[in-house]
């Protein structure tokens, strides 16, 4: 059902403050319910927010835990000790 304005009627928006036919205690319910709604948005937003630094966080530490295992596997100062080890005990 279309309303004059071109609104339907499910659509229409009210102002608790103006509108003639609630008592106090609906008004602080409607309050109360906008409330609870804008907070349950504000979580939903931060979650997702929390989820991508955590993702983040986890591939950075990811990356230097990796780069780390690449960069000690290329080292080789430790077989050079035994080698000039082995040659001062075959020159000894």
């Not at 609630?22 to 349950?40: G, N």
């Not at 937003?45 to 960069?71: D, E, H, K, P, Q």
């Not at 000790?81 to 020159?91: D, F, N, V, W």
Request: charge should be positive; avoid cysteine.
């Amino acid at each position: 059902p279309r309303e004059p304005g071109g609104e339907a009627a499910f659509a229409r928006r009210i102002d608790p403050a103006r509108e003639p036919g609630l008592s106090p205690e609906q008004r602080l319910l409607m309050a109360q319910v906008e409330r609870a709604q804008r907070q349950r948005a504000l979580q939903r937003r931060l979650r997702g927010r929390n989820v991508l630094l955590a993702l983040g966080i986890g591939a950075v530490a990811f990356g230097i835990y990796g780069y780390t295992f690449y960069s000690v596997s290329q080292e080789r100062f430790l077989d050079e000790l035994e080698q000039e080890a082995e040659a001062a005990r075959a020159r000894a």
